[in-house]
Antibody, heavy 119, light 108 residues
Framework: VQLLESGGGLVQPGGSLRLSCAASGFSFLNYAMSWVRQPPGKGLEWVSSISGGGASTYYADSVKGRFTISRDNSKNMLSLQMNSLRAEDTAVYYC?????????????WGQGTMVTVSS | DIQMTQSPSTLSASVGDRVTITCRASQSISIWLAWYQRKPGKAPKLLIYQASTLESGVPSRFSGTGSGTEFTLTISSLQPDDFATYYCQQYNSYSTWTFGQGTKVEIK
């Protein structure tokens, strides 16, 4: 069971970035997925979640209207489109799998991808 | 939104010590609480879910108790591999998931 994030990098304030998470080793479409971030020197912050089929999406207030979570179950891929990026979005972004249900803990995490928003 | 508050923020302990970390929720979350261990450069690791159920492969020196608004994570005998930051997380809501601010366990 593995999650592998990609797509991080340096972007200017107001810019956009798309993160991807490749899943393997489990039946991807049967599990809700999430993005969680950790700003430098700070704690973990839940960002967004999506149901197994992709019909239901949820966002933290801090990213609502700017970030869009999506998934492609045919490719076992989770994505996070990040627009209107701000300095406070600078963080390591992790994709995480719900243990069984969406009302559940995160049992599998990727290694993370760093996003830096700076001019 | 449900707020999670952990205490202490930092804890200094020695190998072999019994360590307890507390997590309080701003409203009742029943048993919908998880604990994670986070080491620098590594992904968070799930230790406990549903407040007291040990994740597969996690050593039995870790235990969790509580329900409602107050929860504890206990390490019965601290080992060198346990020096890390620990986070609680509530999942009572179906639409938001909240972490505590973390407790760093340091070598005394």
């Amino acid at each position: 069971v593995q999650l592998l994030e990609s797509g991080g990098g340096l972007v200017q304030p107001g810019g956009s970035l798309r993160l991807s998470c490749a899943a393997s080793g489990f039946s991807f479409l049967n599990y809700a997925m999430s993005w969680v971030r950790q700003p430098p020197g700070k704690g973990l912050e839940w960002v967004s979640s999506i149901s197994g089929g992709g019909a239901s999406t949820y966002y933290a207030d801090s990213v609502k209207g700017r970030f869009t979570i999506s998934r492609d179950n045919s490719k076992n891929m989770l994505s996070l489109q990040m627009n209107s990026l701000r300095a406070e979005d600078t963080a390591v972004y992790y994709c995480a799998k719900f243990r069984i249900l969406s009302r559940d803990a995160f049992d599998i995490w990727g290694q993370g991808t760093m996003v830096t928003v700076s001019s | 939104d449900i707020q999670m508050t952990q205490s202490p923020s930092t804890l200094s302990a020695s190998v072999g010590d019994r360590v307890t970390i507390t997590c309080r929720a701003s409203q009742s979350i029943s048993i919908w609480l998880a604990w994670y261990q986070r080491k620098p450069g590594k992904a968070p690791k799930l230790l406990i879910y549903q407040a007291s159920t040990l994740e597969s492969g996690v050593p039995s020196r870790f235990s969790g108790t509580g329900s409602g608004t107050e929860f504890t994570l206990t390490i019965s005998s601290l080992q060198p591999d346990d020096f890390a930051t620990y986070y609680c997380q509530q999942y009572n809501s179906y639409s938001t998931w909240t972490f505590g601010q973390g407790t760093k366990v340091e070598i005394k």
